[in-house]
């Protein structure tokens, strides 16, 4: 990895939170500041003893500008659909360093056996903060789903970066279309970013105060 390429996903993520602190304030404040070095090679090492290998360098350069999300309570808590203010990406949050590697480590019974069958990966993304059932990993082939519905299977990679992901996300934002990520659409609700369905939203009757980007 390049470190252009590392400079291209600090840029993309700059992007990304300068339209967060103007359109989505709320969503802006539960970024975690940069991850600590102890904090990366804790979790590094963790994923070196068990799997063989160490984080990909861009994920690292991610976590020099932002080392996860946090979620913030809201005084417009919704029962029926609660809104993650952390929840901004259309594909989860942003882990930390120590929730990224529970995916991968999940895959490893007492035994010692593999469900992952060796493959490298992390996750930089997750739907929750545990992690334990889908998300995005990334390898050294790109970044790509991954779940573990009765069995664990991985996606072809969607995006051939961190880098690629976000500018991908900073252009559906910015210029639309609005389903240029998916099915999903980004709106605003409660000065958060929230990427909804349209046709079945998460939210349930928070959608009502969802307001789309586009």
């Not at 070196?48 to 360098?57: D, I, N, S």
Request: hydrophobic share 40%.
């Amino acid at each position: 990895m390049s470190t252009e390429q590392m400079e291209r996903t600090a840029a993309a993520w700059g992007q990304l939170t300068e339209w967060l602190r103007v359109h989505a304030p709320t969503s802006h404040t539960s970024i975690l500041p940069p991850a600590t070095a102890a904090e990366i090679e804790e979790a590094e090492a963790r994923l070196r003893h068990e799997c063989g290998y160490g984080f990909p360098p861009e994920l690292t350069a991610l976590w020099a500008v932002a080392g996860g999300v946090r979620q913030l309570d809201i005084d417009e808590y919704d029962e029926e659909g609660e809104v993650a203010t952390g929840r901004f990406l259309p594909h989860g949050l942003l882990l930390t360093p120590a929730q990224s590697i529970r995916p991968r480590l999940a895959g490893l019974d007492s035994q010692g056996k593999d469900y992952w069958e060796g493959a490298r990966w992390a996750a930089p993304f997750g739907n929750y903060r545990e992690a334990a059932d889908t998300g995005l990993y990334l390898s050294a082939d790109g970044l790509g789903k991954w779940r573990a519905y009765e069995g664990v299977f991985m996606d072809e990679p969607l995006y051939p970066s961190i880098a690629a992901y976000l500018e991908a996300v900073n252009r559906t934002l910015t210029a639309g279309p609005a389903d240029g990520m998916g099915p999903e659409a980004p709106g605003v609700v409660y000065g958060c970013l929230s990427w909804q369905d349209p046709r079945d939203p998460r939210l349930d009757e928070t959608f009502a105060d969802w307001r789309p980007v586009h």
